[in-house]
């Protein structure tokens, strides 16, 4: 659902994002959140469990256009909260929440970047191999397309607790895997090229899904 949202969109003026967001989140919030169903799959997942008390200390905002939003909340380690709204920004217009973490990060210069960039470069491929172990992941955004794909081109605005602003450019794609005899819930890899003021970086996160009843907020 977020691919279609996401290939319309930016260009608009963006109105002030609400103090508190959908589901409690809010920057300055702690969130309890339940990780027994992931420590149970903790063998066969790439993803490192946080702690099961997170902080969040700045919030990302992208505003998809008609109604709908990517809402992020990140802790000082970089966990991410991701809330994708469709119609409003209400806890009624939550669709998906992903939880990720940081896994690496990659900072090519010069001709290097044509690894990852560009008309078959690593961001666009059909999968994505991970450098440490060669896990597999497959692409879920343009999955039906055949060989490279132009990745998703968005602007996240990131308010951060002492009130300053940055403006972060990506180019992304999302893969992810099936957890192998899981109990039905795959892990996401979400690959990005981030561009700010002072550079431009590959990053790579990885991701499960959450039900709202898996956290709270304290």
Same mark, same amino acid.
């Given at each position: ?67 709908? /939003? ?10 991410? /909260? ?53 896990? /597999? ?16 081109? /968005? ?44 550079g431009r970086s590959v990053e790579v996160m990885l991701g499960v899904d959450l039900d709202p009843g ?5």
């Amino acid at each position: 659902m977020i691919l279609n949202l996401l290939k319309s969109l930016f260009g608009t003026s963006e109105p002030a994002a609400p103090q508190t967001g959908p589901l409690g989140l809010r920057i300055g919030a702690a969130v309890e959140v339940d990780t027994l169903r992931f420590r149970m799959m903790a063998d066969q997942l790439k993803f490192e469990l946080p702690g099961d008390t997170l902080f969040i200390s700045a919030k990302g905002r992208v505003d998809l256009g008609d109604g709908s /939003f990517v809402h992020r909340y990140y802790t000082d380690a970089n966990t991410m /909260f991701q809330i994708l709204c469709v119609g409003g920004e209400s806890d009624t217009h939550v669709k998906e929440v992903t939880l990720y973490v940081p896994y690496t990060s990659y900072y090519p210069e010069g001709g290097a970047w044509q690894e990852w960039e560009g008309r078959g470069g690593r961001l666009g491929l059909p999968s994505f191999k991970a450098d440490d172990d060669g896990t /597999f992941y497959e692409r879920i955004w343009f999955a039906e397309e055949p060989g490279w794909t132009a990745p998703v081109r /968005f602007q996240e605005r990131v308010l951060d607790g002492d009130g300053s602003v940055t403006v972060i450019g990506q180019d992304v794609m999302l893969y992810g895997r099936q957890i192998p005899n899981g109990p039905g819930f795959g892990e996401y890899l979400l690959l990005a090229i981030e561009e700010r003021d002072d550079g431009r970086s590959v990053e790579v996160m990885l991701g499960v899904d959450l039900d709202p009843g898996m956290f709270k907020i304290i």
